[in-house]
């Protein structure tokens, strides 16, 4: 038996049980046979005389076509079909399923609950599925697996244990869903005979991993969705809710250990309101400056003054303006549909609170009817609306200690000492509440309802305050939110237990004020934990948004790394903040993120996996999907890798396509037809940026046309993103395809392939240009044997024109690197200054991280130095000569060692400048000009040049552009007098892609710069690629200042 998911105290417990004995042998089961078939598929089924259910399911009932998608039945359905296809796809005789009470024979699917009692008390299931008691999730999805002589077992506590035990068992004879579509689906050949021989426990390390698709494209939203209205005339086609549902299962998210995390819930409380409000005549219910009650033809001018108030018409039926609610702009009245107003349902009202009480206990009611031994999961999150924002001044004056009265009138002993006092400098000893935090409005909303909701239950004869299956209902009860936008932080009261929380993105407060400690998503996790210790946090991330990233020559490259080693290292931190839910917004682009999303999903379920396994289980991936072409094409996805790939720019797409080719060359068609067929599919994300690189989009050619269709089954680029941005507002593609296409196959041929193949292959060719690593200095060293990281000086450089600070956007830029040099014992650091302004995320004070490391010559290796999640500077106000305020960050320590060091700066705000110590933010100007150098291209806003240099003999300056600013130079010199440098010539490079710049006497040994719109610092193939901002600042490698006789600046 596999115990990798049993702890020690489960182990333990199946050792002292086994030794009475009562567990089965486990032995090889016989699945198919050409003599005998397919063993059939048994799902266990007790009905009483009249036919109705007992215990299990009736496969004929569940089976029928309309059966509810929301339901634990219909995830039971589909998984069962996933075995059925799966072992029809291995063998060609896909198994017979039917409901029986008999158990002995056949692949069984069960539940412990209701299995019988031999199955019930056998020590191995026992063990396998027992519950840890870290929480109340953990078993959920806890499944066993046992093949005996004439059955092969497959029991778990709940639907969704089955569901995740259906892909586990194929995977035990090699068979696995690769990706999305119908050629990504690794399919041994077991038409010889299919037998299971294992025994294994297995439960997922998160209990929600939805890797969700967005705006619908499961449901046909730039996808083929098939039914009545469209069917396929291709049978080796199929529609995307086949794949779709096929995918989730084969990835292990299509079951959950926990409920879903609802989304915005008081919305729905809007008509109800408008309706009472307009009944009654009272005008509090909603969080708004004012909220006014009339007829329409007395509605007065929207004002500045006006903003935000809400108008709800009272005409009587009949009247043209009867049921009609504005919200007005400044400028306008905005006419609002009932359900989903601009406004925010103010639960500080006792109007509103009761509202979404009756409706909890009504939902809770039916659920506990339908579902007795499942949590009642009740969503209260907020609306997007203007009213948290504003609560401070919003919130009635009568209303703004609501929360502490009510339970002072309920006798509550408020405050209590605070959970949160002294973690993480947090200063609070008591609890306390503020009406104009956001998080506190809705956590004290959520504590109210649960303890009404108590009250309720209290009130109910003895009977009713249990489920039928003998479970209390109020521990059954939970309410559900979002840490999101105002409401971002934890609150400042303690909670009540069964809140569940969902950590989203859209911050307001994070990382600011008391909060400074808590700037990302898994800090509030922590803290959150510590507040709420039985309900494990969820995080809701967005891992792919093609609309807005994939549809220019931008988004060719992954915004995030998919190495093994990466997603580990978040998810570990992840899981160990708290969180055990995870939802992640993704797309069908494959091409793009495929392997990511395969990797991401074995590491969500699997909590045990190393890096060296994951790595493993990449390479196995590589070589099912790819068959002998597997290393070609692991050499493709490394260089894929975010830490790999260069810029996405011409000469990185060219070489990324020959590595597929090189894949292309490798394979025989008529030997590993899937392979190819997958290849095939993948050279389709590189045909979609072909055409997008010649207009197709804009000119909405035939040929785009057809890749709406024909690239469909491949789900290597997002459909609905290609449809939506050529043809805006539409989501279906058969409006715009041609029927002739659409009574053709949706997928191009072999021969079709090949010929717009050889058309990418040309519209990308490989240019030579010189490598630097590759050339001799003007000493004849070879730059490879060199160290390019012991940097010095220029002391020519030292009197020239000073430049000016990095000028960037660092609030959303990854931690930036510079380089500077520094004796043993002096100051080294840096300073961070960005404009004050009003939306505090952007410009508003901050704790700024920072790391450093030390190049150790001996060693020719980076040792670290100050620690950069560990180190942080806070910001201090300052104002220049000039009137400008801004917020300042100075960094500054006695450097340990003479030498080079890298420093990384984390996040800031936005326009912000980076500079030296040597930079006087009051006079705007520079004091000094020690070494400060960039080895990396940050995107920058437009600025002055940066500058870089050339060593003597280099025979042609060769960079590719990466950006399409569409304006940039490279200003080349060809000396240095009393003036400063001796211009040369100026170069036009402003075209994306490979520049060769072959360079005259004169122009190397010296330095060059490059300015232009916007900041992206071109990809420099034959030089040193460090650049500064000021040729005081530029620092060169030791070994090129010798060689090219420069003057080292001391």
């Not at 971002?488 to 400690?517: C, Q």
């Not at 290393?631 to 070489?655: C, G, H, R, T």
């Not at 290597?716 to 539409?730: C, E, I, K, N, S």
Request: proline share 7%.
């Amino acid at each position: 038996m596999d115990w990798r998911r049993v702890t020690a105290c489960g182990w333990l417990l199946a050792v002292l049980i086994s030794a009475e004995g009562g567990a089965a042998e486990q032995a090889p089961f016989t699945a198919f046979t050409p003599a005998t078939g397919a063993a059939e598929v048994v799902l266990f089924h007790q009905a009483d005389a009249d036919g109705a259910t007992i215990a299990g399911w009736d496969w004929e009932t569940i089976a029928q076509p309309r059966l509810p998608q929301n339901t634990p039945e219909y995830r039971l359905r589909e998984a069962v079909k996933f075995l059925q296809e799966g072992i029809g796809r291995m063998t060609g005789h896909p198994p017979v399923v039917r409901s029986s009470d008999q158990t002995d024979q056949g692949i069984v699917l069960l539940l412990l609950a209701t299995a019988p009692a031999a199955i019930q008390r056998d020590p191995a299931v026992i063990a396998a599925l027992a519950s840890t008691g870290e929480d109340a999730y953990n078993d959920r999805e806890a499944f066993y697996l046992r093949s005996e002589a004439k059955r092969l077992l497959v029991v778990a506590n709940t639907i969704d244990g089955l569901a995740a035990a259906a892909p586990a068992l194929l995977e035990s004879v090699d068979y696995e869903v690769l990706g999305m579509g119908p050629n990504w689906i690794h399919t041994p050949d077991h038409t010889a005979g299919l037998t299971f021989d294992l025994e294994l426990s297995d439960r997922p390390r998160f209990y929600l991993r939805q890797l969700t698709p967005t705006t619908g494209q499961y449901r046909g939203v730039g996808t083929l969705q098939t039914g009545p209205k469209l069917q396929l005339s291709d049978p080796h086609d199929e529609g995307v809710g086949e794949s779709y549902v096929r995918w989730a299962i084969g990835s292990r998210n299509w079951g959950r250990s926990m409920a879903p995390f609802p989304g915005h819930a008081l919305y729905v409380y809007h008509r109800p309101l408008v309706e009472y409000l307009r009944k009654t005549g009272t005008t509090d219910g909603f969080l708004t400056p004012a909220t006014r009650l009339g007829l329409e033809a007395d509605r007065p001018p929207a004002t500045p003054a006006s903003k935000s108030e809400l108008w709800i018409n009272t005409d009587a039926a009949g009247e043209p303006g009867h049921g009609r609610v504005f919200v007005s702009s400044g400028t306008a009245w905005e006419e609002q549909k009932l359900v989903g107003m601009h406004v925010n349902v103010d639960t500080t009202t006792p109007v509103a609170r009761e509202l979404v009480l009756a409706r909890m206990q009504d939902l809770a009611a039916k659920h506990f009817e339908t579902y007795p031994s499942e949590p009642f999961v009740f969503g209260v999150e907020a609306e997007d609306g203007a009213g948290l924002a504003n609560s401070r001044e919003w919130v009635r004056p009568e209303n703004r200690r609501w929360y502490p009265e009510y339970l002072q009138a309920e006798g509550v002993d408020w405050p209590q000492p605070y959970r949160l006092h002294g973690y993480r400098g947090i200063d609070q000893p008591r609890e306390q509440f503020d009406h104009g935090e956001a998080a506190d409005l809705v956590f004290a909303f959520n504590n109210w309802l649960l303890r009404e909701f108590d009250k309720w239950i209290d009130s109910l004869p003895p009977e009713e305050q249990v489920t039928r299956t003998g479970q209390a209902k109020k521990s059954l009860v939970r309410t559900s939110l979002y840490s999101y936008a105002y409401h971002d932080i934890p609150p400042h009261f303690n909670l009540d237990p069964r809140i569940r929380v969902m950590i989203a993105g859209y911050p307001k407060h994070r990382g600011l004020g008391r909060w400074k400690a808590f700037a990302t998503r898994q800090s509030v996790a922590a803290a959150l934990k510590e507040l709420l210790p039985r309900e494990p946090s969820a995080e809701y991330r967005i891992i792919s948004i093609a609309y807005y990233a994939d549809h220019s020559l931008d988004g060719i490259p992954a915004r995030w790394s998919a190495s093994p080693s990466a997603i580990l290292a978040d998810l570990d931190a992840t899981h160990q903040a708290g969180v055990r839910a995870l939802t992640c917004e993704m797309d069908f682009n494959g091409g793009k993120y495929g392997l990511a999303y395969y990797l991401m999903a074995k590491a969500l379920w699997n909590r045990d996996l190393t890096a060296a396994q994951l790595d493993a289980l990449r390479d196995r991936w590589l070589q099912r999907a790819y068959g002998s072409a597997w290393p070609q094409m692991k050499a493709y996805y490394d260089y894929m890798l975010i830490e790999n790939f260069p810029v996405s720019a011409p000469a990185a797409w060219a070489k990324a396509i020959r590595l597929i080719e090189a894949a292309d060359v490798q394979l025989d068609p008529a030997v590993e037809p899937a392979a190819q067929k997958r290849l095939d599919d993948l050279k389709q994300y590189w045909y979609f940026y072909y055409l997008l690189d010649q207009g197709a989009m804009e000119a909405k050619s035939p040929e785009l046309i057809e890749f709406l269709w024909k690239g469909q089954m491949s789900y290597a680029t997002a459909m609905h993103m290609v449809l939506r941005r050529t043809f805006p507002g539409q989501n279906r593609i058969e409006p715009v395809v041609p029927a002739e296409l659409q009574a053709g196959p949706a997928h191009y041929t072999p021969e079709e392939t090949a010929r717009w193949w050889r058309q990418v292959l040309e519209h990308w060719p490989l240019l030579e240009v010189d490598h630097f690593a590759e050339q001799k200095l003007a000493d004849g060293r070879l730059v490879s044997q060199i160290d390019q990281w012991d940097l010095v000086g220029v002391k020519d450089y030292q009197t020239l024109r000073p430049g000016a600070p990095f000028l960037y956007n660092s609030a959303q830029a990854p931690p930036t690197t510079f380089l500077a040099t520094g004796k043993a014992g002096e100051p080294i650091g840096f300073q961070c200054a960005w404009k004050k302004g009003d939306v505090l995320r952007f410009y508003g004070p901050k704790d700024v991280s920072y790391g450093v490391e030390y190049w150790d010559r001996e060693q020719r290796e980076w040792s670290p130095v100050i620690d950069p999640t560990t180190t942080f500077v806070a910001s201090e106000e300052v104002t220049s000569a000039k009137g400008q305020e801004r917020h300042r960050v100075t960094a500054s320590f006695p450097a340990p060692h003479t030498g080079v060091y890298r420093f990384e700066v984390g996040p800031s705000g936005f326009l912000a400048q980076l500079t030296s110590l040597g930079y006087d933010f009051v006079e705007e100007s520079y004091t000094a000009q020690p070494a400060f150098m960039f080895p990396q291209r940050p995107r920058g806003l437009t600025q002055g040049p940066a500058y870089f240099y050339i060593p003597q003999g280099t025979r042609s300056l060769d960079l590719e552009v990466w950006d399409a600013y569409d304006q940039k130079f490279v200003q080349l010199y060809s000396g240095q007098d009393e003036k400063g440098l001796v211009r040369s010539r100026e170069v036009d490079i402003s075209r994306r892609g490979t520049h060769r710049i072959p360079l005259e006497p004169g122009e190397t040994g010296r330095i060059a710069s490059i300015r232009g719109n916007g900041f992206a610092f071109p990809l420099l193939y034959s030089v040193p690629s460090g650049w500064a901002k000021s040729p005081a600042e530029l620092l060169v490698p030791r070994a090129i200042a010798e060689a090219d006789k420069l003057q080292i600046a001391p």
